[in-house]
């Protein structure tokens, strides 16, 4: 069966079981005071990127105002400092939704499925529904997503398979991320380091291709080439080791951040209600990744597995860490 287009719904959604308990239908529901703020995993995810965008800041200045005089170059920087605000601007992280992360506007049919799920949901956290756009991504798989600072997106298989009950325990891990922080951090840490991050991988391409040209006239030059690289790098490191070491140390702390906001966004859907519901989520999960790795197994091959560096730099914890920690508050095996 072909996959649908990005921005194409499905024609006839066939939407699983409602089995949710809805505790606010009709209800009066108590607001809360604060609606939203930054935990300690968004602090210090910001903290984290703060050496890059530190590095950022030097080089958009360096470059803003060499090519464009100190008075033009300001006025470049501080626009640029500024542009880290639309992080909060909705009509801009909709355009970012759509246009990059390809979602999409819920149909009429699928609104009138996820919206009073969404609706309980922030009911029991007092949180104003219209706080938050819901958005949907053609997907086959079991997924949802924080986006920027006002987007929830869930995936189609989200939507359609699975009960109201899993489906609110999803989104309310979502409302997690968001209420934290999580997703406005990740996506300013994200959008404040880039420009480093394309100057670093500028400078590892033209050190490559700078190694290919000597390759192909001498070896002795190739030799020298990478010895001198390599110099420059550790002369740096010395000189600039309050900058190096935390830039090396950064893609390792990110993820342990990210693995913390994980299990603080469960952490918010159980406080909710919502453990055994999402333990489901995570078991459904569990038994999709064994039966794949049969479904391999009987043909001879072997699924891919992180090792040791990979669980280092990954941003979720595994299934079972995360089972482990909900069942503190669904009474689940340990």
């Not at 930054?38 to 803003?64: F, N």
């Not at 991504?137 to 009950?165: C, E, F, K, M, W």
């Not at 394309?198 to 080439?225: D, H, K, M, N």
Request: a positive charge.
């Amino acid at each position: 069966m072909p996959a649908l287009p990005p921005d194409a719904a499905p024609p006839v959604p066939a939407f699983a079981p409602d089995d949710l308990e809805y505790r606010h239908r009709g209800a009066r529901v108590h607001v809360a005071e604060h609606q939203r703020g930054a935990d300690i995993t968004a602090i210090g995810r910001l903290a984290v990127q703060a050496p890059g965008a530190l590095v950022s800041l030097a080089l958009v200045a360096t470059v803003a105002v060499g090519l464009c005089g100190t008075v033009v170059g300001t006025v470049v920087v501080l626009a640029w400092v500024a542009s880290g605000l639309l992080v909060f601007h909705r009509p801009t992280e909709l355009a970012f939704a759509r246009i990059v992360l390809k979602l999409r506007r819920p149909t009429e049919d699928e609104r009138a499925r996820l919206e009073p799920v969404w609706h309980e949901v922030t009911a029991r956290a007092g949180i104003e529904p219209g706080t938050y756009q819901l958005m949907v991504q053609n997907s086959d798989d079991l997924n949802a997503a924080a986006v920027a600072g006002h987007v929830v997106a869930v995936t189609t298989y989200s939507l359609n398979r699975i009960p109201s009950s899993n489906l609110a325990a999803v989104l309310a891990h979502e409302l997690g991320h968001h209420t934290g922080g999580h997703a406005w951090a990740g996506l300013l840490g994200y959008w404040y380091s880039l420009p480093g991050r394309i100057a670093w991988a500028v400078t590892r391409t033209l050190a490559a291709f700078a190694l290919l040209i000597t390759g192909y006239f001498s070896v002795v030059a190739t030799l020298v080439l990478g010895l001198f690289m390599a110099l420059a790098v550790f002369c740096a490191s010395v000189v600039a080791w309050y900058i190096v070491i935390p830039l090396v140390l950064a893609p390792f702390l990110l993820a342990y951040a990210g693995r913390r906001g994980e299990l603080r966004a469960d952490q918010q859907a159980a406080e909710l209600g919502f453990a055994r519901e999402l333990a489901e989520v995570l078991y459904h999960l569990e038994t999709e990744q064994a039966t794949k790795k049969a479904a391999l197994a009987a043909q001879g091959q072997k699924l891919k597995e992180p090792g040791p560096l990979g669980r280092l730099l990954s941003s979720h914890p595994s299934h079972q860490i995360r089972l482990t920690a909900l069942g503190r508050y669904a009474g689940l095996p340990r």
